[in-house]
């Protein structure tokens, strides 16, 4: 089954610490992105990568990193510096053999809450 | 002023009537659109994607009117499962994509 997948679904996090949220896809997509949503509001864009080993900022990277080491993977570290993580954060990909390179494709999501 | 708007609703309707709605967008330069359906406490799913004028799947009708800059989306024969947010999508080139804050429908019996 091709797709993408996010680990943990849930995440509860102490103040002060880091975390990391998983994203895996098996699409062969060129392009994955981190987006969180919050209630009444859109997607906002974290970090995007539309290759491996590059990635770019996106509205809100400040208290988040990432890496792109495999194609496959575009794990999101959320940091002590995120002054409000609590949040739904969910990860995307696009490009490749799937579909028109614009069109994302998202995976479940992680529901991140700070305690 | 937000780069893509929608009324949030909620649209009530019951089974079987037509809802449609709008959603507005900032960027005149923009490439192209999509409408996602987002269930509650789940990932947004690609309902339908809009290049040109218009396209139409099933029930479903998303109109574009770029003089204007506005998409709608116009659902026929409502059923229960079409309950949801609908998510306005723009592309806006290079990788980027603007989100709408979403239309909730709620189809009763």
């Known amino acids: 089954d091709g797709g993408i997948t996010q680990s943990p679904k849930y995440l509860f996090r102490k103040e002060g610490q880091n975390v990391t949220l998983s994203c895996e896809q098996n699409l062969n997509h060129d392009a994955m992105y981190w987006y969180r949503q919050d209630p009444g509001q859109g997607l906002r864009l974290i970090y995007y990568?539309?290759?491996?080993?590059?990635?770019q900022k996106g509205d809100i990277a400040e208290g988040y990193s990432v890496s792109r080491e495999k194609k496959e993977s575009f794990p999101l570290t959320v940091t002590s510096a995120q002054k409000n993580p609590t949040a739904f954060y969910l990860c995307?990909?696009?490009?490749?053999?799937?579909?028109?390179?614009?069109?994302?494709?998202f995976g479940p999501g992680t529901r991140l809450t700070v305690l | 002023r937000k780069e893509v708007e929608q009324d949030p609703g909620p649209f009530n309707v019951p089974e079987g009537a037509t809802v449609a709605f709008n959603c507005t967008y900032s960027?005149?330069?923009?490439?192209?659109f999509f409408w996602y359906r987002q269930d509650c406490r789940k990932e947004p799913k690609l309902l339908m994607s809009?290049?040109?004028s218009g396209n139409e799947d099933g029930r479903f009708t998303a109109q574009l009117n770029r003089a204007s800059q506005y998409i709608s989306l116009l659902i026929r024969d409502s059923k229960l499962s079409d309950s949801a947010t609908y998510l306005c999508?723009?592309?806006?080139?290079?990788?980027?994509?603007?989100f709408g804050a979403g239309t909730t429908v709620t189809v009763r019996a």
């Open positions: 809009v290049y040109s």
């Open positions: 960027n005149s330069a923009s490439q192209s």
């Open positions: 990568s539309q290759i491996v080993n590059d990635f």
């Open positions: 999508v723009v592309n806006d080139g290079d990788y980027k994509l603007s």
């Open positions: 995307a990909s696009s490009g490749g053999t799937s579909g028109s390179t614009d069109t994302q494709y």
